[in-house]
């Protein structure tokens, strides 16, 4: 497939791309060692594992203007987040390297005229400075938590840096001694009014008329036809809906009102727009469903349940007291921790996706509810790869959280994360009085537009995907270099898969191969002439070797899980069927022609 070179983005020349072309097995391998003509070459990355050039590059000159040399900064969008990503380093640095550690907080400069207009943006950014050599911990935050600001955020900020708009705040965290800056006084549309303009005509809120002209120009500039802030409320509410599937058409936001919410997939009668909570990407949503949980139920273990996507794992170990790990979401798995809590054991939640990544199993959700209920413990489930067209899990959860990164968007250039808050559950009253207290909209407003455009079409995405899916694995199934496929039609737990899908739903886009040995798997991969690299859920089919990119330091921990390390993801597209069925054929015959010569 053209235009997929090593190193460049996916899709082709989109700035902010979510994935990067890793076309080899060797470079995938070269990209986890940080081999230099791997990682020379990449222009950007997954965006939660590699930092946006944008932000790189803002976060530069936030240290060049108010750090000491040799300094690094990571970039939140809100001082509280910021303020957590310190006392996350505080807890795993020693104490003569957290005393130079310290918070820039930049905000709107409100003396400027043209700032008012830009106040409903809520452009703010709050730096962590930090050595260098503390700066890993910083990136463990940022990674796990997906806390940090999203490239169109940084990009948009840094034209407001440059341009004059952003000031330090005077704030307690502010550096005690930044350098001092030259004055500039910037372009006429940002200066304050002077007695030049005394004598012209005035706006409103008072500035010259001149002037405000000259800022509604300068935002149409910046956003360009991207961007119009009137439509972002409507687009939240747009996405939400979706979420709920109570808006399953492909709707012009200010062509008609939007559907109520009494109808939906869900089947929630009272599941309301303000239960539905958006987050800037998928991994958020989980990090702050489980804050939520520790906040209003109390610091207690949590459980991971089914071979878990790595950074979910992470969040149960590292933040709040730990986690009770089953990573085979089996039935004996279930007969354990039912024992355990017989015994006596308690515990905050049991999180688990369903199906789970990337071998496609489907624990029992109806046992886990039933446990839940007896046992006092909630359930967090992921649905993220099954999606909300195929499946309903929410009458099993108390919160149901989703990447709407992948298939939601497909277009591959946005974030996205939700979580939904059952109304009907016993924790529902404690979660909505956490999170009136504690949720923070960080969804950066261009990230929103660019979402709700995206999702429009997705569920007639959704069963193109489901069809071409299907077709693959008759190919893949009947094919002798294959070991083993991974799909909940063709899994164990698919009756657990059942009990939640929806009437005329299907079974989702991932399909997992392993082979019989690593050169049949390379052999593939390589010959594979799709799109190749992380990420999931696109609108054409991408393909990786994801054991290897997200487990390359724990191997041999994955295959103790049935996961084998040469395992191949394939996130099915909407390519016509004959064609893309044709390039699976294609690359196993010349997996087979490779490896029976060897």
Excluded at 160 to 176: E, F, H, I, Q, T
Excluded at 321 to 344: I, N, Q, V, W
Excluded at 505 to 526: E, K
Excluded at 576 to 584: A, C, G, K, S
Aim: glycine content about 8%; proline content about 7%; hydrophobic content about 35%.
């Amino acid at each position: 497939m053209t235009g997929f070179e090593l190193g460049g983005s996916i899709p082709p020349d989109t700035a902010h791309a979510v994935s990067v072309s890793l076309p080899t097995w060797s470079a995938n391998v070269g990209y986890e060692e940080g081999q230099d003509w791997v990682v020379n070459k990449m222009t950007t990355g997954y965006p939660r594992f590699f930092i946006h050039r944008s932000i790189q590059d803002f976060a530069a000159e936030i240290v060049a203007k108010f750090g000491p040399n040799g300094y690094k900064a990571m970039l939140f969008p809100t001082q509280q987040i910021a303020c957590r990503c310190l006392s996350f380093i505080k807890s795993r640095c020693s104490p003569s390297s957290i005393t130079t550690l310290t918070i820039v907080n930049l905000v709107l400069d409100a003396k400027n005229p043209a700032a008012r207009s830009l106040e409903p943006l809520s452009p703010a950014i709050s730096a962590v400075l930090l050595p260098e050599d503390v700066f890993p911990y910083a990136k463990q935050y940022w990674q796990h938590s997906g806390d940090g600001v999203s490239s169109r955020r940084a990009e948009f900020c840094h034209g407001l840096l440059k341009d004059g708009l952003l000031r330090l705040d005077v704030g307690p965290n502010r550096p005690s001694s930044p350098p001092p800056q030259k004055p500039c006084r910037g372009p006429r549309r940002y200066r304050r009014t002077s007695s030049l303009d005394a004598g012209k005509p005035k706006a409103a809120n008072g500035p010259p008329l001149e002037e405000v002209q000259e800022s509604s120009r300068f935002l149409e500039e910046r956003f360009g036809r991207n961007l119009d802030i009137s439509f972002v409320a409507p687009a939240k509410s747009a996405i939400k809906r979706r979420i709920a599937g109570a808006l399953r058409s492909n709707h012009e936001l200010g062509a008609s009102p939007l559907p109520n919410m009494e109808s939906n997939t869900r089947g929630i009668v009272n599941l309301k727009e303000d239960d539905i909570y958006l987050f800037p990407c998928g991994m958020n949503a989980i990090f702050n469903a489980h804050r939520a949980l520790l906040g209003s139920r109390g610091d207690m273990k949590s459980i991971n349940f089914g071979f878990p996507y790595v950074d979910t794992l992470k969040i149960l170990e590292k933040f709040g007291p730990g986690c009770l790990f089953y990573g085979h979401a089996s039935e004996s798995d279930l007969d354990e921790l039912e024992k355990r809590l017989k015994d006596g054991e308690r515990f905050l939640a049991l999180f688990c996706e369903f199906p789970g990544n990337p071998l496609l199993t489907c624990p029992n959700l109806v046992r886990i509810r039933e446990l839940a209920d007896k046992y006092d413990f909630a359930v967090v489930v992921d649905e993220t790869i099954g999606t909300f067209a195929n499946m309903n899990v929410l009458p099993y959860a108390d919160i149901v959280v989703s990447s709407l990164t992948k298939i939601f968007s497909g277009d591959c250039n946005v974030m996205g994360g939700s979580a939904i808050f059952n109304p009907n559950n016993r924790y529902y009253q404690g979660l909505k009085e956490f999170a009136q207290r504690e949720y923070q909209d960080t969804y950066w407003p261009e990230d929103v537009m660019f979402m709700e455009r995206n999702s429009r079409d997705f569920v007639s995405r959704i069963e193109r995907i489901n069809t071409n899916a299907e077709a693959i694995c008759d190919v893949l199934r009947l094919h002798p270099a294959i070991k083993t496929i991974y799909y909940p039609k063709f899994n164990d737990s698919r009756a657990n898969y059942e009990t939640c899908k929806l009437a005329g739903g299907g079974y989702g886009g991932l399909i997992s191969i392993s082979f019989h040995n690593q050169a049949q798997a390379i052999a593939f991969y390589d010959a594979i002439d799709t799109a190749k690299g992380p990420s999931l859920g696109t609108n054409f089919t991408l393909t990786s070797p994801y054991v290897l990119l997200a487990h390359y330091q724990e191997l041999d921990w994955a295959a103790g899980y049935g996961v084998d390390p040469n395992l191949v993801r394939i996130s099915v597209g909407l390519e016509e069927t004959e064609t893309i069925v044709r390039v699976f054929q294609l690359a196993l015959d010349v997996t087979m022609k490779k490896t029976s010569a060897n």
